[in-house]
């Protein structure tokens, strides 16, 4: 059973038993009204009768007299039990009408009212016990006090069938109309579950669920749904551009060391086929096998550091992918840019290296990782220092608000603008550097992440054949820790 026919169900059943004791309440009060009245008088015309019972000696008949009004639709008949002897009231008389006479043992126990039908009318009667004196004689008799009750008989029964058909009729109307309600109301879940069919069974998470109804709860619901949806839709590009990016990856890596691999196989087979040769066979000197073992040694060892670095930067994105830390602690400015600068000088380079004044940072202090921070400033050195074959590379800091921002600036061969959402992707080296700096594009992706767990950001400022500045941009200790 829908949701809607069980709600219709619940509503209807909780309607009809309200009715029913609606309907009850009603007849009742009805019925009590219109039966106390009646009661009542037959009570007060029972103690209005005034008896008189005596024997007429010359023609030895019981001489019955029955004193008192009855009224139109009153009638009263006194029952003598020790002279059984029925006397009625005159209109009974006329309509030859006689009560039921209960039993003489009985009649204690039978006092009260009780409602009778005689000759197919319905009477109410009131009966008590009651002692009559005739001549100096005590007799036990039973008075009857009856009204004709037909009106209020047919007026209690056409109550019953308006109250019993109204309220059937009233059920099926709100039936009808719950059900219509109910349909109504919950026709805009029927659209959340097309919503959610469509997406089950297709790809295409953009769908919404149109609802122009008031902000109740199923419009809560439907904004509930459409946002769960956006959320979802998010993060399914999200995940495939997670999927792109890692399959971008392994495809680089395994370009990045299927080079290294591959001279360090081809020196191998070379120095593998030179010593298993006979000394006969060889048209090479001693003094030049010797020298060709020690470039092709060489070229190994190159490029098994090269591979070395590779995989140490790739265990470092993998540390960084698996959301791992490094522990921070207060960092002094002035003697790690200083270290920085002084090991900086030993660097490869074509350029020359310049020093801004770090004077102005003693003193001030960030919270880092001091290894790290070192590792981060000396990737964008070398990358600065690999693309400015000629021309300076400086390094110096400003201080803005809250944070200092380390500068490096070359004026090498710098770049497009449009590559610039990219430097800091992994394996991403620009067109026109890719196969001529050394470089496998990790450097960048590294030094992002340090920055980020360091809580910092990074601009860049470029401009192609004028070079390239990075400001590394740190927040502040403001209270230096104590030494």
Do not use: C
Not at 165 to 188: C, D, E, H, N, Y
């Amino acid at each position: 059973m829908s949701i809607k026919l069980r709600l219709t169900a619940w509503y209807s059943g909780i309607l009809a038993v309200m009715l029913l004791a609606l309907s009850a309440a009603i007849y009742g009060f009805v019925y009590i009204n219109t039966y106390g009245d009646l009661k009542e008088r037959l009570m007060k015309q029972a103690q209005q009768v005034d008896l008189k019972v005596g024997i007429d000696y010359n023609d030895g008949t019981l001489k019955q007299i029955l004193g008192g009004p009855a009224g139109q639709s009153l009638f009263a008949q006194l029952y003598i039990y020790d002279l059984e002897k029925l006397i009625p009231s005159q209109n009974m008389a006329e309509i030859n009408l006689e009560l039921k006479v209960p039993a003489k043992d009985a009649v204690s126990k039978q006092q009260g009212f009780l409602q009778a039908t005689y000759g197919g009318n319905p009477f109410l009667i009131y009966q008590k016990a009651i002692e009559v004196v005739s001549t100096n004689e005590t007799h036990s008799a039973v008075l009857q006090v009856a009204v004709y009750t037909g009106e209020q008989v047919t007026l209690l029964a056409r109550l019953k069938n308006i109250l019993l058909v109204g309220s059937f009729a009233t059920l099926i109307a709100a039936f009808t109309f719950g059900l219509f309600l109910a349909r109504k109301s919950m026709s805009p879940i029927g659209k959340v579950i097309e919503a959610a069919n469509g997406i089950q069974t297709g790809t295409d998470l953009s769908s919404r669920i149109v609802y122009d109804g008031p902000p109740d709860e199923i419009g809560r619901l439907i904004e509930t749904v459409n946002s769960m949806l956006g959320r979802m839709e998010g993060f399914y590009k999200e995940l495939e551009d997670s999927y792109a990016t890692q399959r971008r990856f392994v495809s680089d890596a395994s370009h990045e060391l299927r080079t290294p691999l591959t001279t360090i196989r081809g020196n191998i087979d070379l120095l593998q086929k030179i010593w298993e040769m006979e000394p006969e066979q060889s048209r090479m000197s001693e003094a030049e096998i010797r020298q060709l073992s020690i470039e092709s040694v060489k070229d190994i060892a190159d490029e098994s550091k090269r591979m070395s670095r590779l995989v140490a930067d790739m265990l470092s994105l993998a540390r960084a992918d698996t959301g791992r830390t490094f522990d921070k602690e207060p960092v002094a400015l002035e003697p790690l840019m200083t270290e920085v600068a002084r090991r900086a000088s030993f660097l490869p380079r074509q350029s020359e290296w310049s020093i801004g004044d770090l004077s102005h940072m003693n003193g001030k202090y960030i919270v880092g990782n001091k290894d790290y921070l070192q590792q981060m400033l000396f990737i964008f050195i070398d990358n600065a220092f690999k693309y400015t074959p000629s021309g300076e590379v400086t390094m110096d800091a400003v201080f803005y608000q809250n944070q200092v921002g380390i500068r490096i600036k070359d004026t090498g061969i710098g770049m497009d603008k449009d590559e610039v959402p990219h430097i800091f992707d992994r394996f991403y080296r620009a067109d026109e550097s890719r196969g001529i700096t050394e470089g496998i594009g990790l450097g960048l992706s590294i030094a992002k992440w340090i920055i980020d767990e360091h809580g910092g950001s990074v601009e860049v400022v470029t401009r192609q054949g004028e070079g390239t500045t990075f400001i590394i941009w740190l927040p502040l200790l403001f209270a230096p820790p104590l030494e």
